[in-house]
Each structure stands twice: as structure tokens, then as C-alpha cells.
């Protein structure tokens, strides 16, 4: 009995290990589909077609042709050719492809160990699938604000596609740590301000997808200023009381800067807080999280320098991965129990 139980415990593993792998290049395939704005390239849905991509050159016309009537080519990319197309065509297709990939990988082994150990299995892993079965339409509802008045999708709508991944990975993860051997190696104590710094990165993946979808990087290009002063010079505080403030590609890359300076100082009391305990356990972790900050804030600064060079921002992204997946590991053999008094 032991041994079926670990036997099942190693292929639940893999099975999380494989989706982790996925959902982590898909973050990154996204970003770059992003990066190089090819997001609109595909304009229809294809829930259940478009697994092959064109072989033919009327098939190639085709999409083209769809591509011609939308904002973005009228409005900014009317010179394109197809050769040029097809670039921009193949990221926005990689793209879907790994999203049905991530959908037969969380359903096929769902399916085959429901079957073969019971029900449990849909509830304790269920979530996943209805969280990437949700992401494929905000995916689409996505896509779609950018195809009538827009030459670029809303920004809202991508922060909450690029936070679903997010919390997707960050569940996969999670039932990765519960099944490996560190869960035998949790420890208990008061670090509810991890908990807090957990969410100000989360907020910071929100503030981080308006600067992405808005360009807004590429409006101040300087640091620690923005142009001469600390606030941008063509916003007011003013705006930060109107409701539209997210709109504001400035206000936005003001917020983005300054909600890292915060979450740097909130590292540091929980650094501050880890030593004081004397536990040693946590050391490594943590020093792990602050390395990952440390070289994120480093890539955010020279992001901007470089006008947002698509190196460096794909990089930024890809290292937010790793944050976020260390403060969960941090989190996890931390194994934060609220005191009663």
C-alpha cells in the first residue's frame, strides 16, 4: 500500500512538475507575443480550429486579409507585407497552441486519475483545469477589445489575463510543494508580512501589465527621475482623485516605480524579522527572494534606460516568475499559523 501511495505521489508530481514547466512558458511566450505586438495578428477565435497553421498561400492571404480590417494595420502598420505578417502570425499562434497544450495536460491526467483513483482527484486538482479553461476565454475577450476601436487590447483586460496565469502558476506550484518532500520540512512562525508582500507583488503584476499593455515604459526613460523631476512633469497629483487614473500611461509608470521601492522596503522587515528569529531554515529562502528582487528592480531600471529593448523586458518578466515562485516557497515552509491569544 505504501508503495502505490508513493508511486501515485511521484506521478502527481510529475504531472504538476510538467504543468508548472508549461504555464511558466506560456507566461513567457505571452510576454513576448506582447513585446513584439503580435497579440492581433489572429482574429478569430478558433476555440476548436487552427490547430495546424497555414500551408498555403491562400490560407496565408486569408488571415492577412482578416488582419487588413482591424485598427491596428488601418491605423499603424499599413505598410506591412506578408512576410512580415507571418512574423508577428506565429508568436499569437505559438501562443494559442501552448494554451491547448496546458489544456490537454491538465485534462487528460485528470481524467485517467479520476478513473483510476476516484473522485478525489476532481476535487483536489479541479480547480486548475476550470482556471485554464477560464484563461482561454480571457484570453480571447482580451484579443477582442483590440479589433474594433482599438489598436491595442485594453489594458485591463491584459493585467487580469497576465494575473489569472499567475494565480494558475502559483496553485500548480502549491500543490507541487504539498506532494514533494519539503513538506516535511515546514517549520511554524509568525510571518504574516510575508502574506502582505506576497500581495503587493501580485498588485505589482497588475501595475506592471497597464505598463506593458499602454507603453507606458517607453514615455520617461530616465531614473531615479522621471524626465527632471520625481513625478512625471505632464501629470498632476490631482489625478490620483480621478477614477481614469489608470488610464494615465505616466501615473502608471509613476505607481510601477514606486510600488517596487515598497515592496523592497517590506522585504527588508521581513529580512530583518527571519534574522531576528535566528532560524536558519529561512535563511537561504529569503536570501533567494532578496537575490530575484534585488535583480528585478535591476532589469525594471535598465528596462527603461534602454527604452524598453525587448531583451531586457522579456527578462523582467521571465524574473517575476521566480519571484513570486520563491516567496511561495518561502511562504510554504514558513507555514504561517495565526497566534491565539
Not at 508511486?7 to 512558458?25: D, E, T, Y
Not at 491547448?100 to 485528470?110: K, S
Not at 536558519?280 to 536570501?287: A, E, Q
Request: hydrophobic share 50%; glycine share 6%; with cysteine.
Amino acid at each position: 500500500m505504501y508503495s502505490e501511495n508513493n508511486h501515485l505521489n511521484n506521478q502527481l508530481k510529475l504531472w504538476m512538475l510538467s504543468l508548472l514547466i508549461l504555464v511558466s512558458l506560456i507566461i513567457l511566450v505571452g510576454g513576448l507575443t506582447r513585446l513584439t505586438d503580435s497579440g492581433l495578428s489572429i482574429t478569430t477565435w478558433e476555440l476548436f480550429v487552427g490547430f495546424f497553421p497555414p500551408f498555403t498561400n491562400e490560407k496565408w492571404l486569408e488571415y492577412f486579409s482578416l488582419y487588413k480590417t482591424i485598427p491596428e494595420y488601418s491605423q499603424q502598420n499599413f505598410n506591412m507585407t506578408l512576410d512580415e505578417f507571418k512574423v508577428i502570425f506565429w508568436w499569437e499562434w505559438g501562443h494559442r497552441q501552448l494554451g491547448r497544450i496546458i489544456g490537454l495536460t491538465v485534462l487528460l491526467p485528470m481524467v485517467y486519475f479520476t478513473v483510476k483513483h476516484g473522485v478525489w482527484i476532481i476535487k483536489k486538482y479541479g480547480l486548475i483545469f476550470l482556471l485554464v479553461c477560464f484563461q482561454g476565454f480571457l484570453g480571447w475577450y482580451m484579443v477582442s477589445s483590440g479589433l474594433v476601436e482599438r489598436i491595442d487590447v485594453s489594458h485591463y483586460r491584459l493585467a487580469t489575463h497576465l494575473v489569472t496565469a499567475f494565480i494558475i502558476l502559483s496553485i500548480v506550484y502549491w500543490q507541487f510543494l504539498k506532494l514533494s518532500s519539503s513538506s516535511n520540512q515546514t517549520i511554524s512562525i509568525n510571518l504574516f508580512i510575508a502574506k502582505i508582500f506576497l500581495v503587493l507583488l501580485f498588485f505589482q503584476l497588475i501595475i506592471g501589465a497597464f505598463v506593458s499593455g499602454m507603453d507606458a515604459g517607453k514615455i520617461y526613460n530616465t531614473w531615479p527621475l522621471m524626465g527632471v523631476n520625481y513625478f512625471p512633469d505632464d501629470s498632476s497629483f490631482k489625478e490620483f482623485l480621478n477614477l481614469k487614473v489608470f488610464d494615465n500611461p505616466s501615473i502608471v509608470q509613476f505607481i510601477h516605480r514606486n510600488l517596487a521601492y515598497l515592496i523592497i522596503v517590506i522585504y527588508a522587515l521581513i529580512l530583518f524579522k527571519v534574522i531576528n528569529t535566528g532560524n536558519k531554515k529561512l535563511y537561504k529562502p529569503i536570501t533567494v527572494i532578496g537575490l530575484t528582487l534585488a535583480f528585478q528592480i535591476f532589469l525594471g531600471v535598465i528596462t527603461i534606460l534602454s527604452g524598453v529593448k525587448m531583451l531586457f523586458a522579456s527578462l523582467h518578466q521571465i524574473n517575476s516568475i521566480l519571484i513570486i515562485l520563491s516567496t511561495l516557497y518561502f511562504l510554504f515552509i514558513s507555514k504561517y499559523k495565526r497566534q491565539i491569544n
